[in-house]
């Protein structure tokens, strides 16, 4: 392989992978907030709102996230709503990464002993007390497991940003296997750049699982 | 003459309007009096404590706290609840706070009282229940037994005016009920109204002021213990004693 092809080249590497962990991080971001929230509805179960969180899941989970992103990119100016590239990326993986932040904290949830919520009712505290204080952080620690695994998921899922001219890895990768016909040199780095995101992420989660497992909630003295 | 706490009138309660689990439940208790409710294991004394805090609801009947009528409603219900606390049988804390974070939460949170106020309140508590030294564990760090007595201050610190205990010792091992039930006595001296369901009829019989025998979610007897252990009115309280060991 030529290494000397490589080392000109990786500064474009180091700008595609700014630009995929930005577009990553902010739509990750959204997709928890957007969970959370659908997995809020869910569990208070909301009428009419309810059924609309029913129908955004299905939705979500069954198409590719490079179909929703040629929806919001191509079909959406034809009526009218442009959205800039970057958009597309962040609104696309918002979207897609909703539901299957939904269904981790929807586990989560369901996870928590019945039990728990009568007594926090029976202290007196309401409905949204109880939820906040007591349901929701044993559901977020229970939902660790699938949350991690979802983020690297979201991780991966980025490398279709391409298809709306976004200058993220696969990218640059297609730019100079297209230029330079460097196909070996190209697709290495490309795969190494992937490794140096997710490792640390995925390191990460699985210390952090443990973490939830054999110390739960967070204390590191005794058992 | 002592004041009348709970009144209970004409209670009916079914989970699929058919069968019902409590039918025609009438009694009283007074401020400080203690009341064992027994019977066989299904007969509806766990529905009959949570409708008493509206942890169930009632198809039927009356529920007056110091002669007020408790509203059912359901925006107000949690506002019974401050007043009547309850202990369950299993043991259950938070399990992702601190004993203290454990016994602050609802004061905190339902009476706004102010947080250094309540840790004070319930360090002199844990002191009397003998578990100070545990205030900065997580739950999972304690026995069985230390984690009811904390659940038992944690109903305290709410300062209910009645206490309902539903077999608090059942789900124990042998070696802890006792440190429990010492702590329920105690507490009976103090002058805590309590209702307590339980299979120990040793401590019903130390710890009551009545006894209230249920089966088939019908009250069959209510008596004195001295009299209800000896020479119960009805045959089938005679059954249950004679099956349980417990009747000479
Ligand atoms: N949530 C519920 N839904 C339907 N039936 C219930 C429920 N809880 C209890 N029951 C039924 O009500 C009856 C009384 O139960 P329970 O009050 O727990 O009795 P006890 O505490 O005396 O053992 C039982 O037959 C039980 O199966
Ligand atoms: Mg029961």
Do not use: W
Not at chain 2, 92 to 111: G, S, Y
């Amino acid at each position: 392989m030529d290494t000397s092809f490589m080392q000109s080249q990786v500064f474009l590497y180091i700008e595609g992978a700014k630009l995929t962990l930005y577009l990553a991080s902010i739509g990750i971001l959204f997709a928890i907030l957007v969970g959370l929230l659908c997995s809020i509805i869910r569990y208070l179960n909301i009428p009419i709102i309810r059924q609309i969180v029913g129908v955004y899941i299905e939705l979500s989970r069954n198409t590719p996230l490079l179909i929703q992103l040629f929806f919001l990119y191509f079909g959406l100016p034809k009526i009218g709503i442009l959205l800039s590239s970057k958009q597309c990326a962040i609104i696309g993986l918002t979207f897609l990464g909703g539901s299957y932040m939904a269904e981790a904290f929807r586990t989560g949830l369901d996870n928590v002993a019945h039990i728990q919520k009568d007594i926090a009712l029976s202290l007196g505290m309401t409905q949204i007390q109880v939820f906040q204080y007591v349901v929701l952080p044993q559901a977020i620690s229970n939902s660790i497991p699938v949350f991690c695994s979802n983020i690297i998921f979201l991780m991966k899922e980025t490398s279709v940003f391409s298809a709306v001219a976004l200058a993220d890895l696969m990218f640059v990768t297609k730019d100079l296997i297209g230029i330079y016909y460097k196909t070996d040199e190209a697709l290495f780095m490309l795969v190494v750049s992937y490794l140096i995101l997710l490792l640390p992420i995925s390191i990460g989660c699985t210390l952090l699982e443990r973490k939830v497992r054999y110390a739960e909630y967070g204390n590191r003295s005794a058992i | 003459m002592k004041e009348m706490m709970l009144e209970v009138e004409h209670l009916k309660k079914s989970y699929d309007n058919k069968n019902l689990i409590l039918d025609d439940i009438t009694f009283s208790i007074k401020k400080g009096e203690v009341i064992s409710i027994l019977g066989p294991s299904g007969c509806g004394k766990s529905t009959l404590l949570k409708c008493l805090n509206g942890l169930e609801s009632v198809d039927e009947g009356v529920i007056k706290l110091k002669g007020e009528k408790i509203e059912t409603e359901k925006r107000k219900i949690h506002k019974i609840r401050e007043k009547i606390g309850m202990v369950f049988q299993s043991y259950d804390l938070f399990p992702h706070m601190t004993i203290m974070e454990n016994l602050v939460l609802a004061p905190r949170k339902v009476q706004k009282r102010k947080k250094e106020e309540i840790q004070e309140e319930a360090k002199q508590l844990l002191i009397r229940v003998g578990l100070l030294d545990k205030k900065d564990n997580y739950p999972r760090q304690l026995s069985g037994g230390q984690k009811q007595r904390v659940a038992i201050v944690r109903a305290l610190l709410m300062k209910p005016e009645v206490l309902l205990l539903d077999e608090i010792t059942a789900a124990l091992d042998p070696e802890m009920v006792c440190e429990v039930l010492q702590v329920v006595l105690e507490l009976a001296k103090t002058g805590m109204t309590m209702i307590i369901v339980t299979h120990e009829l040793q401590f019903a019989k130390a710890v009551a002021d009545t006894i209230i025998f249920m089966e088939k979610g019908r009250i069959i007897e209510i008596n004195h213990p001295e009299q209800f252990f000896s020479i119960p009115k009805t045959d089938r309280a005679k059954q249950f004693l004679e099956s349980r060991g417990k009747f000479q």
